[in-house]
């Protein structure tokens, strides 16, 4: 059974078909690409999926279970975890409090424990503090933890961006551009991460990228997105060898 | 005009500009911490501040009645409490009507309408109030006996002590509050966008509600510890008190709950000092001429950030 399915799914901005009959299969603990020109509406089905949107047409089911209507916190909580574009970050917090924020939810002391520290609150936040920690190590961001995100090297903030969507301990994590405006070195640093937090928790992933050789070494299925419509679909060889792709990204001159 | 030094370095009119500083931080607090997650200013809340003032007479009012009449036997200290905790619980429900009623519903409409809906929000507060209890100006009975004592030829009273010490108590227990739970954490969060923090299991409105409450709450302090020192009220407190606390906090910076504190104590001395070394009744004039000088070099106040970058989706 697959971890996360959409079924021919559409999407109009007023009369602008931004999405159209888009279908998607993620089984559990698979890494998926979505790639495609800028414009093409990668961020849009992103954004369908997670709530922010709701498609004009078509299914969403995460875990057998129709995700279509519901909050984006309510898609969170399901298990859906996602970094953005532009960094989401809180600028003036620190590493840790951006780690443990994630783990809101799973802290259940109420006024009492806020204001006078019960014994409940000092064991739900030293828990939070240890999962933190544990996390910030694997994507290598520990060594800031007491610092404001605003003073991280950029490729850091990604990073803790990637260590706050895993704290709320997703079952499938979107990545939009992780490698977006990455020098080479941070970029190799980046593949290395998701492929430890892949392994490690057996995360499914599905990601938005640009750069192709990090696609293709990354994900074991790969949707080229032209338009709004999937125009290819298949294996990181089969998408090299596409001619409708190379189109895509190269123009039509250079097929023929 | 006599400029007299003693006065200048005078114990005495450092803790009056203490206290009145007091209640401009404790007011400004309110008007910081809903700008930091709304970015909006809540133009009622002057108004709630007098609501609390009020709220505060009725409970204290009762109760020493009763004490007085031999059927309670409360201490001062006793009456005290109640009447603080009274007051704020219920200004704070009158502060999450106000956001639930007025604010809610224009989460999304540009900042005018929502900074129009407080104004209006505050008058209709201060005409009830008058509907209700009329113009009369109102004397706060005296909760605590006002014991003078002197200290190195300084008269203080404990009421003055109690309110300067009680107020920091709040501003402490407040910054506590803000960086060591989950809540204030959110609210951290919150003054940076609205797109992230739901996800993390946030509701928006749950953190707005709340910071209304919390406002409105040490609104209510101010207003019964205002009570207390200048035992007159008024329908219109709200305005005249309400506005320089506002602008206590435009001068700290807008959304820092830091310089809420620092700025309010400021002009608490300002308004103390001035009218020692010029005329009392170019008071104002001079006090907030001066304020204004600051804030030509410090647009963003004491401690405000120069941009806002907040996301809203």
Redesign the interface.
Known sequence: MALLEVHHMSHDFGGLRAVNNYSLNIEPGEIHGLIGPNGAGKTTIFNLITG?YRPTEGDIRLDNASIVGL???QI??RGL??T?QNL??????TVL?HV???R??K?T?GLV???FGTPK?KREESESREKAQVLMELFGVDRFANQIVLNLPYGAQRRVEMARAMA?EPKILFLDEPTAGMNPEELIQMMEIIRRAHRKFGVGIFLIEHRMRFVMELCQEIQTLVFGEVIAEGTPEEIQNNPKVIEAYLGSEMVE | MTLNLQNLLDFQNIIDALQWGSFYALIALGYSMVYSILMLFNFAHGDIFMVGAYIGFGIASLLVGLTVAGSLALPGWVILILTLLGAMCLTSIVGMAVERIGYRPLRDAPRASAAITGLMIGIILEQGNLILLGAKRRSFPEIIESQTFSIGGVDITNIKIMIVGVSLAFML?LHL?IK????G??M??M???Y??V??????INAIARMTFAIGSALAAVAGIFFGMAYPVLEPTMGIVYGWKAFVAAILGGRGSIMGACFAGFLIGFIEIFVPLVFPSTLRDLIAYSIILLILVYRPHGFFGEPYS?K?R?
Not at chain 1, 88 to 93: I, N, S
């Open positions: 922010i909050q984006p916190y969170a909580a975890g996602r953005f989401q970050l809180w600028r003036h917090m409090e443990m924020m994630a809101y939810s802290l002391y424990g806020a204001f609150r709320m | 227990a509050f060591k739970n989950k809540w954490m959110a951290r969060a003054a940076f966008d797109l992230v739901p996800l993390m299991g946030v509701s970058a996301l989706l």
